[in-house]
């Protein structure tokens, strides 16, 4: 079963910045916070993953809540093209079965213009 | 330059006649991974590769198969596909506890 709640569906202005919730509650120590997307018909693309520092690439910035139970992915300037399904994942660290994904239902992000 | 290709992206086959699906990549990653997407659900791991090591899923059925004859290549058997199987086949690489990387999907439809 997932370890992450997301809310279903999200929606955002073209320009603003998109705020994506994530619950992961029952998170442990050693697991880390991953966010991939998956724009319609395409596969999953990988975004961002932290353990509990703030991190940001070029794609966004990943905030965890200090008590890790929560994460925010933020988009800083929604374009079009970031319409997809947005899905929080908890993955354990080192080696071994225990590092792959679980999957919950994500967050459907549309982008308005 | 697309990293993992996935052959053919669209696939019908009729009830009971076996299907293969493919996966290459050009990362020289370790591991492979085969997932199943079914229409508004998450990918659902069916089976992965540590090189040639292979770990199936307990809850992935029989009739889905999987064969990896070198790093690059994986394919995806499936024996006697039936009504319920129809949805979109992703296959994924990683380095060992790296990010996953995935191929465009292959979209299979049983009639």
């Known amino acids: 079963d997932a370890k992450t709640t997301q809310p279903p569906s999200m929606d955002c202005a073209e320009g603003r910045a998109a705020n994506l919730p994530c619950n992961h509650s029952?998170?442990?120590?050693?697991?880390?916070v991953y966010w991939y997307r998956q724009i319609h018909s395409q596969g999953p693309q990988y975004i961002i993953h932290g353990l509990k520092n703030n991190e940001t690439n070029e794609m966004a910035s990943l905030i965890i809540t200090e008590d890790r139970k929560s994460s925010t992915l933020i988009l800083p300037h929604a374009t079009l093209r970031d319409t997809a399904v947005y899905y929080c994942?908890?993955?354990?660290?080192?080696?071994?079965?225990?590092?792959?994904?679980?999957w919950g239902l994500g967050t459907s992000l549309a982008v308005n213009p | 330059d697309a990293m993992v290709i996935q052959n053919p992206r669209y696939q019908v086959t009729q009830f009971g006649k076996p299907v293969t699906l493919s996966c290459s990549q050009t990362l020289n990653h370790n591991v492979m991974y085969w997932y199943q997407q079914k229409s508004s659900q998450a990918p659902k791991l069916l089976f992965h590769y540590y090189d040639k090591d292979f770990n199936n899923e307990a809850d992935t059925p029989d009739n889905f198969q999987s064969r990896r004859p070198n790093t690059s290549f994986c394919f995806l058997d499936i024996r006697s596909p039936g009504l319920g199987d129809a949805a979109m086949y992703l296959c994924?690489?990683?380095?060992?506890?790296?990010?996953?990387?995935f191929g465009e999907g292959s979209r299979l439809t049983v009639l």
């Open positions: 029952t998170i442990s120590g050693n697991e880390y």
């Open positions: 994924a690489t990683s380095r060992v506890g790296g990010e996953l990387f």
């Open positions: 994942i908890v993955r354990a660290r080192g080696a071994g079965n225990n590092r792959k994904l679980i």
